[in-house]
């Protein structure tokens, strides 16, 4: 069984910083990619949109909508994936989901999501 555990969300003020961590645990053999989406909380039926992506190897990928705002970057040794949120804007108001593109111990290759955490830009 594998867990995706996501912390650090949380209200923030427009322009300032917040950091979200997520921890993946239990029978991984391998990790490939990792990610933050997210879902805004007044659009519970609107896809998830991509925030960020990071692979193995640490090449990125990002939304046009945080390109220079928001970093992604991970600690393979801990299985653990972050994202560092800079100037944040009220439109960044989501629930964030992590995402792990993985291979269980079983072989099997598999995608698995956290259960979310709750990021709030408001005044």
């Known amino acids: 069984q594998v867990q995706l555990v996501e912390s650090g969300g949380g209200l923030v003020q427009p322009g300032g910083s917040l950091r979200l961590s997520c921890a993946a645990s239990?029978?991984?053999?391998?990790?490939?990619?990792m990610g933050w989406y997210r879902q805004a909380p007044q659009a519970p039926g609107k896809e998830r949109e991509l925030?960020?992506?990071?692979?193995?190897?640490?090449?990125?990928n990002y939304a046009d909508s945080v390109k220079g705002r928001f970093t992604i970057s991970r600690d393979n040794a801990k299985n653990t994936v972050y994202l560092q949120m800079n100037s944040l804007k009220p439109e960044d108001t989501a629930v964030y989901y992590c995402?792990?593109?993985?291979?269980?111990?079983?072989?099997?290759?598999?995608?698995?999501w956290g259960k979310g955490t709750l990021v709030t830009v408001s005044s």
């Open positions: 239990g029978s991984i053999f391998s990790i490939n990619a």
């Open positions: 925030v960020a992506t990071i692979t193995s190897g640490g090449s990125t």
């Open positions: 995402n792990a593109d993985l291979v269980t111990t079983s072989y099997y290759s598999m995608k698995y």
